[in-house]
Every structure is written in structure tokens, then in C-alpha cells.
């Protein structure tokens, strides 16, 4: 089993990842500016089953057999930056709505911001490669099952990025009433947004596994 410390160190590990703008902060965000608090926690639920799938892949091995393999890691790597290009045109695309834009009608439905969701945080490989690096570190065979050692590290992790991500997310929510009334605002929230995923789409493309 893991010490207390050694949870602790890897928590603030964990802590760093969620706290550095990526793919997944910037869906729920946006998701709660546009649609609410409600949206924004549901989209947010899609995101963690998201690292459950990942965190699974990483305690059976998975994740290392992605990496190790260009070919199936650049399969994942440019469907994410496929899927972050799209968003980013639905946002900029003239005449276009960007999804993240609060509307009263054409909102989408909660399976479909679970689904949206999950699927931001499928396509991010860096989520994998933060298993991968940081796991090794922290496992210690010798103490017992590595299987139950990574799933132990893996929670802690969802925890975190659960936990700061909510707020975030209840924080943001507060900001939809202000944008609403203010159609320069909205404007531009959807160049931001668009440019932020188009930056976010090149750079997942330009990743190459360690």
C-alpha cells in the first residue's frame, strides 16, 4: 500500500494537471457560460467517466502499449485534434453558433452533453501520458498488487479533477446572465473559445509520446 505522503505528493501532481487550461476545463466552462450550472456538471460527469476508461487502460497496461505503438497513438492523437478543429469551427464559421454560446433554444440534451463530454476527454491523450509518467514513480511492487496500487492513485486523481473542476464550473455559472445581456460579450467568448480550441487542436497534433 501507498503512505500517506507518498498520496499526498502525487495529489499535488494531480492538482497541477487540472489547474493547467486543457481540453476539459475548457469544455465544462464553456458548457456551463452557455447552458448553466446543470449542463456544465453534466458535461463535467462525461469528462470523469473519461478517466475512469483511461485509468483502467493505464492500470492493465494499455496506456503503454498506445505510446509504445506511433500508429495507434497518432490514430488517438488526430481524432482529438480532429474533434477540437470542428469545435473550434462551429464557434468561428460565419453565421455560425458556437456550441458554447447560452441560447434558449437548439440547447443540447444531457446525454448529448455527457456524450460531448466524454468524448473531449477519450480523444486527450495527454490524460494517458500523465498516467505514464506519474505512475511508475509512485508504484512500488514489492508492497503488493500494482493493480490495486495504480486504481488507488487513479481515484485520487478523479478526485482532484473532479472536485476543481466543479467549482469552476459552479463559478462560471454565475457569469451566464452577465454574458447574456451583452451581445459584444458573446461575441467575443466565441472568438476566444474558437481560438483557444483551434491553438489547443495544433498543438494536440504537434504531441509526440515520451
Not at 496500487?149 to 478523479?158: A, D, K, N, T, Y
Request: aromatic share 8%.
Amino acid at each position: 500500500m501507498l503512505t500517506l505522503t507518498e498520496l499526498s505528493w502525487f495529489a499535488v501532481a494531480a492538482l497541477v494537471m487540472v489547474l493547467t487550461p486543457g481540453p476539459n476545463m475548457v469544455y465544462c466552462v464553456s458548457r456551463s457560460l452557455s447552458q448553466g450550472r446543470r449542463a456544465g456538471l453534466i458535461s463535467l460527469g462525461g469528462v470523469l467517466v473519461g478517466f475512469v476508461v483511461h485509468l483502467l487502460a493505464a492500470s492493465l497496461g494499455l496506456t503503454a502499449l498506445l505510446l509504445a505503438a506511433p500508429i495507434a497513438f497518432d490514430a488517438i492523437k488526430l481524432a482529438g485534434a480532429a474533434y477540437l478543429l470542428w469545435l473550434a469551427w462551429e464557434a468561428l464559421r460565419p453565421g455560425g453558433r458556437t456550441p458554447f454560446e447560452a441560447r434558449k433554444l437548439a440547447l443540447d440534451s444531457p446525454g448529448r452533453l455527457f456524450r460531448m463530454g466524454l468524448l473531449t476527454n477519450l480523444l486527450n491523450p495527454k490524460v494517458a501520458m500523465f498516467y505514464l509518467a506519474f505512475f511508475p514513480q509512485f508504484l512500488h511492487p514489492e508492497r503488493g498488487s500494482v493493480l490495486v496500487q495504480s486504481l488507488e492513485l487513479g481515484m485520487i486523481q478523479v478526485l482532484v479533477s473532479g472536485s476543481v473542476n466543479a467549482l469552476l464550473v459552479l463559478g462560471a455559472a454565475r457569469i451566464a446572465d452577465v454574458l447574456a445581456r451583452r451581445s459584444r460579450w458573446l461575441a467575443v467568448q466565441r472568438y476566444l473559445m474558437g481560438s483557444v480550441l483551434g491553438v489547443l487542436a495544433v498543438r494536440m497534433a504537434l504531441l509526440e509520446p515520451r
